[in-house]
T-cell receptor, first 114, second 114 residues
Framework: DGGITQSPKYLFRKEGQNVTLSCEQN?????MYWYRQDPGQGLRLIYY???????QKGDIAEGYSVSREKKESFPLTVTSAQKNPTAFYLC?????????????FGPGTRLTVT | KQEVTQIPAALSVPEGENLVLNCSFT??????LQWFRQDPGKGLTSLLL?????REQTSGRLNASLDKSSGRSTLYIAASQPGDSATYLC?????????????FGTGTRLTVIP
């Protein structure tokens, strides 16, 4: 079955620690995205990557970092500089980048920082 | 910047009723509009994608319409069932700072009462 996997489903961290969220896709999609979802707000774009070894900041990139060393993988690191990291994080992908393609989403990771 | 609004924020209906969910957007220059379903604590499932040149799309009991000039889309659900209970999100793909730049509404939480 093709799809997007995110792990873990729930993640708990102490304040001041960096944490990395995993996102893997086997859809052979070129582009991948990270969103953050907070109660009462729409999804907000953190980072996106159109191709391996390249990525761009979204609307709320501060306090986050990403890498794209492989086409299938787009991990997100939430650093200690992120002031309010507790949220639901969603990874998505699209088949290409030259046209507005349909986005496919993973199941999400809920991060709680105390 | 594109803004997407979904009203109402929550809706309860008895089983069997037909219902309409609304989505409005401020900038009519869009590539497409997607409707998603999100169950509690889960990722997003794409329901329908309407290209800017289309007026509507249908999938089973779901019908989505698009009026680009007035900045509105509706999602019609026929003969609602308790299994339709979820949050429904619309997202607009607009020319922006990156490929496939999606702008999300905050969603309508639907409860279908048996």
């Amino acid at each position: 079955d093709g799809g997007i996997t995110q792990s873990p489903k729930y993640l708990f961290r102490k304040e001041g620690q960096n944490v990395t969220l995993s996102c893997e896709q086997n859809l052979n999609h070129d582009a991948m995205y990270w969103y953050r979802q907070d109660p009462g707000q729409g999804l907000r774009l953190i980072y996106y990557s159109q191709i391996v070894n390249d990525f761009q900041k979204g609307d709320i990139a501060e306090g986050y970092s990403v890498s794209r060393e492989k086409k299938e993988s787009f991990p997100l690191t939430v650093t200690s500089a992120q002031k309010n990291p507790t949220a639901f994080y969603l990874c998505a992908s699209t088949i290409g980048t030259g046209s507005p393609y349909e986005q496919y989403f993973g199941p999400g990771t809920r991060l709680t920082v105390t | 910047k594109q803004e997407v609004t979904q009203i109402p924020a929550a809706l309860s209906v008895p089983e069997g009723e037909n219902l309409v969910l609304n989505c409005s957007f401020t900038d009519s220059a869009i590539y497409n509009l997607q409707w998603f379903r999100q169950d509690p604590g889960k990722g997003l499932t794409s329901l329908l994608l309407i290209q800017s040149s289309q007026r509507e799309q249908t999938s089973g009991r779901l019908n989505a319409s698009l009026d680009k000039s007035s900045g509105r889309s509706t999602l019609y659900i026929a003969a609602s069932q308790p299994g339709d209970s979820a949050t429904y999100l619309c997202a607009v793909n607009s020319p922006g700072t990156g490929a496939n730049n999606l702008f999300f509404g905050t969603g309508t939480r639907l409860t279908v009462i048996p």
